[in-house]
């Protein structure tokens, strides 16, 4: 019961974001002080704005020399530790041709990649994990983080393809992440400017907007008894709330007209249908962040959850049902029956629950193994 109550608790304090209007995510939390000290964790210093800044990341040995403002590169021993350590994933690897191989793809066409020894990249990907953490409160379940050169795909004919503009993707608890995870799409600012990323925005942005597939993942497939942590109805809710209808077309939810048709299982008129090609050319009411927003619901979710992390000034601005959304609903996903305490935390002081074979793993088993 005490989880119930503590949910209830962070509810009532997410639920009035009206109090603090320049809040971002993670001011509606109380200072770090949910870090476990053996963890050693990275002290995020919230500004007014939206920018969150890892002020400070030390996340395994100290990486970060003692003169602020010139990071140096974690190397791939310290991420390693890092990600074990801090955040339970268990293999971190880079990718060999076997482990990507499949149809006609052939050996000689084929090269390995993974940041080097020593890489700034290191660093931002362990931001966009902290900052995850900061703005939800827990993380998916991430169990293997992999590095491979280029996504491949299949062709209509079934042949292997390289697809070169994908820089991460998530599935079943791996994170894979490509050399393009330094590339991202254009994106408004908070001033309505359409902004290309720099590398390490780019890295932030991929691997917090594949952490939102996470989201989603743990969210659908993970139907628990308590602490709540599944969310079954999350895309039914979220198509409706942003304008998504039934037959996967999105418009400007700010129309009334819209708002009535998706009500009543209507078309909305054309004139506000949103796709990719006019997201970022049509200065709609509830506007996409990005083109790639407006591509299908589980796309729109995972770059809304993307900005909410790093840009949520921005996606407030911007795309208020979104931002909306994510902000009243976070506290039923990942690690949301634990709302008082860092789910390294709890796992440090012992988690009351007992596994049950019988259903898929939870973020809770992880925890639990881990001890
Ligand atoms: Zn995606």
Redesign the pocket.
Known sequence: MQYESQEESQKQGIASPQSTPAAGPALSKPPSTRLPAWAGGPVLQRKEDDQINAVAHAPAPAVTPAVAGTPQPMTRVQFDAAMKTRYRVAAIKTGSFQDQAFGEMKQTDWNAWSPGTSSMVYNWIIDAFANFEKAFGGMPPVKEVVFFDVRYQRDDQGKPVKDTSTGA?YGVGQLTIYRAVQQGNQMFDVQSALKTPTSEQAVTRNIT??LG?GIAETALNQRTDQPPGADPDLFKDYRRAVGWTDDGKLYDIQEQAVQNALKTHTSPPAEFQITPKNATTTPWKERPLTSYMATNP??DF?EAVMAYVNEPQSLKVQSPARYQFIHQRKARWLASGQPKMNIWERAARGSPRTLQPSRKPTIWDRVLEAQ
Do not use: I
Request: net charge negative; aromatic share 0%.
């Open positions: 993707s907007h594949e597939h589980s796309e995972a």
